[in-house]
């Protein structure tokens, strides 16, 4: 049995939930805000002010698997509503992200003796969120099963110190490097604790190369694709631009220059539409060339994947992804994707079939993917009919299932 250990739940975890669930390996699920189906906070969730509360919604199966520790994260919730900022202050605030998990963390550790009296054999447990609850699973006998969702920070470091020295206007989007020493520490202790690691990514576990330590086994196992239910209407590309789309965090860590240098001498020939939020409010770089562009600052889930439906290309320029949940979710929705090597993009698409790979920090090579759409506008249907055939095969319960079997397989199961 498996004790499994997050303290924000997102898609992911659920489908890996939900696969240990129904393998029926599942010992108890521990996180912050747990809702359930009729329960006071879920009728809450009702009201347009709260739809948050509905967002922590989980599984009626699951409740009675499920225990809560909600305070630090409603006090995070509320202090981010109330822009108390000194509150959620990075590492310092009383109800920052990084209090949030450590007091988790703890909280779970509390609970491990009488989880391994009633048979628990593994905890599952994330970066950042896992010394405290690894360094007792070690001492109780239990295996440390441990999740990377991003890149390793060394390797993070040395890709993106490289920003810093060829695209100075664009630095100060680089908010990932305010971590402390102690903090990076904490970071190489559960690395160091891990009897096995799950990444997402074989970029994710190629980042690890830059660990100091011995490591165990890293297993890929690549996340699932949404429902794909909604057929894509391709328009053709006569008498208008070819819709170009980004969606993701407005940061050089993004490779946002890249795409813009890209898209420089063919606004005559295409339009880029830009969601997300930006990383810092005052980059002039990045403002300057939001200016050119249809810029929209947030979408909620459902009005992205509507959006992504109305273009006809998703460009996700990434220098650092662990994953990049919105590739899975263009292709799901039959748009061909653009993105590099330093994301799962070679995990899920095969070049020049159902979408193209191009080299990280490459404006040319942009560039030429989208000259070669547009001198063949049929590419994008027949890319995004591929890619749509593919995200069919691979639904988040796959993932779950293969999740499942990687945890069965294991000896100490």
């Known amino acids: 049995m498996i004790l499994f250990s997050h303290p924000t739940l997102n898609a992911n975890t659920k489908a890996l939930i939900n696969g240990l669930y129904r393998n029926k390996i599942l010992y108890k699920l521990y996180t912050c805000v747990a809702i359930f189906h009729g329960q006071l906070l879920y009728k809450l969730g009702s ?73 628990v054999v593994g905890v599952y447990g994330y970066e950042d969120g896992a010394l405290a609850t690894f360094t007792k699973a070690k001492q109780l006998g239990i295996n440390c099963i441990y999740d990377l969702p991003i890149g390793y920070w060394k390797s993070a470091r040395v890709l993106m110190q ?5 695209n100075p206007d664009w630095s100060s989007t680089l908010t990932g490097f305010s971590d402390s020493n102690a903090k990076l520490d904490k970071k190489d202790q559960e690395l160091a604790l891990a009897d096995v690691i799950f990444v997402a990514s074989s970029f994710t576990k190629k980042t690890l190369e830059e660990y100091s330590g011995k490591l165990p086994e890293i297993k890929v196992i690549p996340y699932g694709f949404p429902d794909s239910v909604i057929k894509k209407e391709y328009q053709p590309l006569v ?56 810029w929209i600052p947030s979408m909620s889930h459902e009005q992205v994947l509507s959006c992504m439906r109305e273009h006809d290309v998703f460009v996700f320029p990434s220098l650092f992804e662990g994953f990049g949940l919105v590739i899975t979710e263009a292709m799901s929705q039959g748009v061909p994707v653009i993105t590099t090597e330093r994301t799962a993009g070679p995990d899920l698409i095969k070049d020049g079939e159902d979408g193209w790979i191009v080299p990280a920090a490459s404006s040319t090579a942009i560039k030429k993917v989208l000259t070669e759409i547009l001198e063949t506008p049929e590419l994008v249907e027949k890319f995004g009919l591929a890619a749509q055939r593919k995200a069919q095969t691979r639904p988040w319960s796959v993932y779950g299932q293969e999740m499942a079997d990687a945890l069965s397989s294991i000896k100490f199961l």
């Open 162 to 166: 490289k920003e810093f020295d060829i």
């Open 239 to 294: 008498n208008r631009k070819l819709k170009v789309l980004f969606i993701g965090g407005l940061s050089q860590r993004k490779g946002l220059s890249y795409l813009f240098e890209a898209v420089e001498e063919l606004q005559d020939k295409l339009e880029l539409t830009v969601v997300g939020h930006k990383a810092v409010p005052n980059c002039k770089a990045l403002n300057q060339a939001l200016e050119k562009h249809q």
């Open 47 to 119: 009201n347009p002010k709260l739809k948050d509360l509905k967002r922590r919604s989980l599984d009626k199966t699951w409740q009675t698997f499920t225990r809560s520790n909600s305070f630090f994260e409603f006090g995070r919730i509320l202090a981010s509503k109330l822009k108390i900022e000194y509150l959620i202050k990075h590492e310092t605030g009383f109800f920052c992200i990084d209090k949030v998990y450590e007091n988790h963390d703890k909280w779970v550790a509390n609970n491990l003796y009488k989880a391994k009296k009633e048979g």
